[in-house]
């Protein structure tokens, strides 16, 4: 699914929403709706990072990769030497990082849903709806996610798409895994450049998102 856009959350939603329409209470349908209008809000790449001097609030690029570790959420990820922070909390609910000089960056962002939020029946529909977008050129591939430790009850169950960098969204191409933990947490991890930028460079942006841990502390 690609969720950047409002039209996409009500596709979405009329998906899930009709599915669960035979048994479902008019509360829970409203449930539905409401948590997917959370989860599928706009989660846009960063602005361009200087070139040069960090500026007030980011940090200054590193010569060598960084790992961070969520210890809240229970996640790790590491980011290539040279990159930037330029907006966010590694350890908070969002982060932004770009390598100066370039459109390539990372984007992390998570938001908690209820506990009665169906994160299962969310996975599959967008999913459906993603291999869809595959035959009409908007995705490039479309696959399930899943990164679960059955022992610990702990990980991310999900879905992965790369766009096409042919849709109404010309500045940027992105690959992006997204998904939800065992307390419901929603998770949009994107790497993302402008299309010019991305083929040379989408082992590279691969690299980053398949750097993301769950629960190996």
Not at 84 to 106: C, H, K, R, Y
């Amino acid at each position: 699914m690609r969720i950047m856009t409002h039209k996409t959350a009500i596709a979405l939603a009329g998906i899930l929403t009709g599915g669960f329409a035979a048994s479902a209470s008019a509360g829970f349908d409203s449930l539905i709706q409401q948590g997917l209008e959370a989860a599928t809000k706009s989660v846009a790449p960063a602005a361009p990072a200087p070139q040069n001097a960090a500026s007030p609030g980011q940090a200054a690029p590193s010569g060598a990769p960084t790992t961070y570790t969520h210890a809240a959420r229970r996640f790790s990820y590491t980011i290539p030497g040279g990159w930037q922070l330029v907006n966010g909390d590694p350890a908070g609910e969002s982060a932004s990082f770009m390598l100066p000089g370039t459109t390539i960056g990372f984007n992390m962002h998570m938001t908690q849903m209820v506990p009665s939020f169906p994160a299962k029946a969310s996975v599959d529909a967008s999913l459906k709806q993603s291999k869809e977008e595959v035959t009409i050129a908007k995705l490039l591939t479309a696959k399930r996610r899943d990164d679960w430790d059955k022992k610990k009850k702990c990980g991310l169950i999900g879905w992965e798409i790369v766009e096409s960098g042919k849709g109404s969204d010309t500045e940027h191409q992105r690959i992006i895994w997204q998904g939800y933990d065992a307390d419901n947490y929603y998770f949009n991890f994107m790497t993302f450049s402008h299309p010019r930028e991305f083929a040379q460079n989408q082992a590279l942006l691969q690299g980053v998102l398949d750097s993301i841990r769950f629960c190996k502390n």
